[in-house]
């Protein structure tokens, strides 16, 4: 319990750097240049990028500063390029997998072991029930008819997302970009 408290604790602190303030800005651009590199597989699956700038965020960051980003970007995201109606509780979801990345990346090593299991737990909690449930209040659709193709969807693209951000995230810590963003701070 110790160690979840001191890795809150930090991740909160890291809101006190300038640095993570500015790394937390670039990512966030980066994170919308990306959002329009999309590869469609289907019309409901696609393979997106957007996501790197958030996860890079998480792990560095932690899960305070990493679900602080990750609300603002939604917000931020949907004012850019809005994509049906705004609705809050979307923005708290993503906030939810902002706070599960970053206790799943922040001081840690970076395995792919773990990033499956981190990028698995947020597509069943918060893609596939949580947004599930949103969609359903959202448009008064039951959840029994949204919950089979999200759930099939999620699950096609776990590996996939997975296997993306892991490789890009170890070319990223190999050519010491992580070193360079955490400053002289200690790393993971």
Do not use: Q
């Not at 319990?1 to 604790?9: A, D, G, P, S, Y």
């Not at 800005?25 to 590199?37: E, H, K, Q, T």
């Not at 759930?151 to 693209?157: D, H, Q, S, T």
């Amino acid at each position: 319990m110790r160690k979840w408290n001191e890795r809150f604790t930090s991740s909160y602190r890291e809101l006190k750097h300038a640095r993570t303030v500015t790394v937390c800005a670039l990512m966030g651009a980066a994170a919308i240049v990306l959002g329009s590199l999309s590869i469609y597989v289907t019309d409901t699956i696609r393979i997106g990028f957007s996501g790197i700038p958030n996860k890079i965020v998480h792990y560095l960051f932690g899960p305070v500063t990493g679900s602080l980003f990750a609300g603002t970007m939604d917000v931020l995201k949907y004012l850019v390029k809005p994509s049906g109606p705004f609705f809050p509780g979307f923005t708290l979801v993503t906030m939810a997998a902002g706070l599960i990345y970053g206790c799943f990346f922040y001081k840690r090593t970076l395995s792919f072991g773990r990033v499956l299991a981190a990028h698995l737990t947020v597509s069943l909690v918060c893609n596939v029930f949580l947004n599930t449930a949103c969609l359903s209040f959202l448009y008064g659709k039951g959840m029994a008819v949204l919950l089979p193709p999200r759930l099939v969807k999620n699950l096609i693209m776990w590996p996939i997302d997975s296997i993306i951000f892991y490789h890009v995230a170890k070319a990223l810590d190999m050519a010491g970009v992580f070193r360079a963003l955490r400053g002289n701070r200690a790393s993971a």
